[in-house]
């Protein structure tokens, strides 16, 4: 039978990240040493602490169907996080717990979007922005912001970029890629504009909110005049290193939490049971309990950029939360290095994976085609040896 997809999974972009770790995955079968700084996950075990209480879940019996929007206990550990961390006061109506931050997002994009909408996606953006709103029929419509501004976007550039087709603005601080945090002023800024534009919905993705090496975390819903607007996005995956647990979490207006919790009945039902239990408990716990990782991420923060700076031809900010750093590598374009003719972000990440053996993601995939994104979450070895081999295999050109 000849395949008959749909135009919708057709024009689907296959994810780079996980394309980039394919590739590296190839060559280590080959048996190549390649070093991963391609990949989103903390490099850390979950917890004890939380891993106990899985296991507590487990014999206990937790193994039904739980409510479509999550358990209740775990809404209520929700609703007092958001009020502990971010001042944030919601109620039961306005929590909806999912498989992950990414269903979240895409629940949010399927309930609110119509054909033709448009989203805009400050850029970098976390690579699955683009491709989610596109699934849901709405069009993605970048706003570029670059290294001199340190990746953010300027009430200006904000207003410029919206037209009477946007619904949406998407958004992560801190950033994936670029690890840049939006000072409470800054959001402010953009609250201003947004103010004059009343039925634009503001999606504020602050998954990486404890890996902030700044402090202020700031959330858009504080905004008493922007509350009622805001889906405020959540979950465990990074901060606690729960990738593999799958919950996140949203709180929102009642009417799109209703909205996302009646098409996440249809799709995938209620969470997973025991990861939620065990979720009861890493969010009930103090944040001090989980420092020891974000200390241990800017440590590393600090060894890359220095090593960084070494090496001529890298722009870099320094990212002020999340793990990654995303130089500006537009230096080398145009550029023949050992045989491989480098035209792009893409053609150099290849090249670092292909010759020096280290993995990265493209900027490409991010919206920013001059830069690459590295993730420090990784051993300091790691590190070291990868930046080694970059600089050696660059200056012996
Ligand atoms: C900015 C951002 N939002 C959401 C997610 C998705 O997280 P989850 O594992 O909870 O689906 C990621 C994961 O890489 C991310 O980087």
Known sequence: ????????????????????????????AEGKDIIGLSLGEPDFNTPDFIKDAAIKAINDNYNSYTPVDGYVELKDAIINKFKRDNNLTYDHSQIVVSTGAKQSLANVAMVLLNPGDEVLLPCPYWVSYAEIVKLAEGVPVEVPTSVETDFKMTPEQLEAAITPKTKMIWYSS???PSGMVYSKQELRGLADVLKKYPDIIIVSDEIYEHINFVGGHASMAQFEDMYDRVVTVNGVSKAFAMTGWRIGYIGAPSWIARATNKMQGQITSGANCIAQRAVITA???PVSKISY?????KKRRKLIIDLLNNIEGFVTTEPEGA??????ISHFFGKTIKGHKIENATDFSMFLLEEALVATVTGDAFGNPDCIRISYAASEDQIEEALKRIKSFLTEA
Do not use: G, H, W
Request: neutral net charge.
């Open 1 to 28: 039978m000849q395949e008959q997809l749909s135009n919708r999974i057709n024009n689907l972009a296959t994810s780079q990240t996980l394309a980039m770790a394919a590739k590296a995955r190839e060559l280590r």
């Open 174 to 176: 801190p950033c994936n």
């Open 283 to 285: 969010l009930e716990a």
């Open 293 to 297: 990782m974000v200390d241990t991420f």
């Open 323 to 328: 793990f990654y750093v995303f130089p500006n």
